[in-house]
Structure formats: C-alpha cells, structure tokens
C-alpha cells in the first residue's frame, strides 16, 4: 500500500476545469498498470486538493494505491476526505472496516509539533 500526494491528477474528471491531462498522467496510468495496483475508492468528495482561489481549482492529488494481495486481505478499505481546515489540502483517513461507521474525526495539526526535537523521526 501507498498513500501518497501524487501531484498530478490521474483522468481528466478528476479536476473541476478543462486544463487537460500533464505529459505525465499516461506516464503515471502506465505505472499504475503495470504494477497491478488497485486505487481505493474514496468517499467524502471528488477533490483533495484547492488552490484557494476565490474560483477554486479543485483536483484529485491524493490516492491511496494497494496491490491486489493487500486488498484480498482488506477487501472493505475505503478512504475517508475529512473537511479542509488549514491546509489546501484534505486530510484522508483509510479504514479496513468499511461495516463501522466513522465517528465525527477532527484533523487536528498543531505547528508547535515541528519544532519538537523527535519531530522529524516520528514523521
């Protein structure tokens, strides 16, 4: 399994303007592809990302992408868009129990974090 801000959307329905596929979307579809990789479906909105923008550009940069294996051991994953609080991007949450019902989650990111001297080893 990966999770990743992949920086560049995957179909041309995952942005809300016509700007078109980058030279490296059939690059990345390829990858895809010819890793046998499964992108888990998301629930909660169709974008994880805006420039916030008075007219926003919305696009789809974040996935989580697992190999045929890790889904037959987790068939009831799903990925989880919480709201936008700080960021320009929407924090995910990835669930294998797709039975239980998410109870209200808040991201929470406090600054003060980066500056703790094990910061940078936990992350």
């Not at 010819?34 to 998301?42: A, P, R």
């Amino acid at each position: 399994m990966v999770a990743e801000d992949f920086n560049i959307i995957r179909f041309a329905n995952k942005t809300n303007k016509d700007t078109g596929l980058s030279r490296f979307s059939c690059l990345f579809y390829s990858i895809i592809a010819s890793q046998e990789l499964i992108d888990l479906h998301m629930t909660g909105g169709r974008y994880t990302w805006s420039n916030n923008q008075s007219y926003p550009t919305l696009e789809r940069l974040d996935r989580v992408l697992v190999s045929k294996g890790w889904e037959n051991l987790f068939s009831r994953a799903l990925v989880h868009k919480l709201p936008r609080e700080v960021s320009d991007y929407n924090p995910l949450i990835l669930t294998t129990k797709a039975d239980q019902p998410l109870r209200q989650i808040m991201f929470k990111f406090e600054l003060s974090w980066v500056k703790h001297p094990d910061f940078p080893n936990l992350v």
